[in-house]
């Protein structure tokens, strides 16, 4: 089997057919099993139990290896020398994060000085706050 990494470099791996996904990784990433992540034909291999024979990998097959960033002793990682934002705990917020909240806020707005204000909407204003309305939700509720 052919190890293929990020940095496009290659080891060969020596396996048999009845070795185990997790029989691998220790073998070949003694320390960390928890933080590599092994791919095959686009499939993250996260079940340890399973044979390769099972996911039918066999002589010369690649499987890519991606070493995630989790929480290890084997090897500490050194500082960012750019301070990072302090961010309250359990709390990651992004700009991704908080646009469905955001665009929903809008919305109201846009509804509710429709409602109060309606002389100051055109019949095309109306359309359009119905539309977006409309697009947005269909948005919110495709992904999620």
């Known amino acids: 089997i052919r190890l293929k990494f990020l940095n496009d470099t290659e080891e060969v791996a020596m396996a048999r ?27 993250l291999l996260q079940d340890q139990a399973r044979t390769l024979r099972s996911l039918r990998i ?30 309250a705990p359990g709390l990651p917020l992004g700009g991704g994060t908080l646009m469905v909240p955001t665009v929903m806020v809008v919305l109201a707005l846009g509804w509710y000085f429709r409602i109060n204000y309606r002389q100051l909407f055109t019949a095309p204003a109306t359309v359009s706050l119905i539309g977006v309305t409309v697009l947005v939700t269909f948005l919110a509720f495709g992904l999620y």
Do not use: W
């Open 17 to 43: 057919p009845e070795d185990t996904v997790g029989v691998l990784k220790s073998k070949y990433f003694p320390g960390q099993e928890s933080q590599m992540k092994l791919i095959y034909r686009g499939q």
């Open 58 to 87: 066999t002589d010369n097959c690649v499987i890519h290896c991606h070493r995630s960033r989790g929480s290890t002793t084997a090897t500490p990682t050194p500082p960012d020398p750019v301070p990072a934002v302090p961010t």
